[in-house]
């Protein structure tokens, strides 16, 4: 496994290109790196309804929740499944849409200037291990591509949108991922 540092694709992922991203102001500050939880519906693994989300392929009749997002266009850099399986949506270099309005150390709109990472869970659910080896995996490929991405600035969406996000949630290990960094 490796990230291409021409392309900002991590070899070894299944690709599944979103629409769902734009160029970031500035392409050298890369800089953060955000840890994210989703299930697609709630609480539910499996399926491919994370997929259709981030290219705007949801359905919305197949479940009341759908229909609550699908209008929404947003993405992340990377999937991590319950199994393990890792899929990317868009290249590193590219600014993908996970963050929202946000704000770490002063700085607002994180998606500027990080890269998100989203594993398939729910807030109270224990996370896999072999999400915890995968992810452990990725962040130190990350940090080696992405030097400015410092421990001190691995943080979770409930970090950088407190009161309006709560994922990765209290069922992530945080000490279980810096252990291996
Ligand atoms: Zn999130």
């Known amino acids: 496994m490796q990230i291409d540092p021409h392309t900002g694709l991590l070899q070894g992922a299944r690709q599944c290109p979103s629409p769902n991203y734009n160029a970031r102001p500035d392409p050298g500050d890369i800089s953060l790196l955000v840890i994210h939880g989703i299930s697609l519906p709630p609480q539910q693994f499996g399926g491919d309804a994370i997929d259709r989300f981030f290219t705007n392929c949801l359905d919305p009749a197949q479940h009341p929740y759908f229909r609550e997002i699908c209008d929404l266009q947003v993405s992340a850099h990377l999937l991590i499944r319950r199994n393990g399986e890792l899929v990317q949506y868009v290249p590193f ?89």
């Open 93 to 181: 270099g590219e600014r993908a849409w996970h963050a929202g309005d946000s704000q770490f150390a002063g700085r607002t709109n994180c998606n500027d200037f990080s890269i998100g990472i989203e594993l398939e869970g729910s807030d109270e659910l224990p996370y896999e291990p072999v999400q915890y080896q995968q992810l452990q995996a990725v962040t130190r490929l990350v940090q080696q591509a992405y030097p400015a991405i410092t421990r001190e600035r691995i943080v979770g969406h409930c970090d950088i949108a407190p009161g309006r996000k709560t994922d990765p949630g209290p069922a992530f290990d945080w000490a279980r991922l810096m252990a291996a960094l």
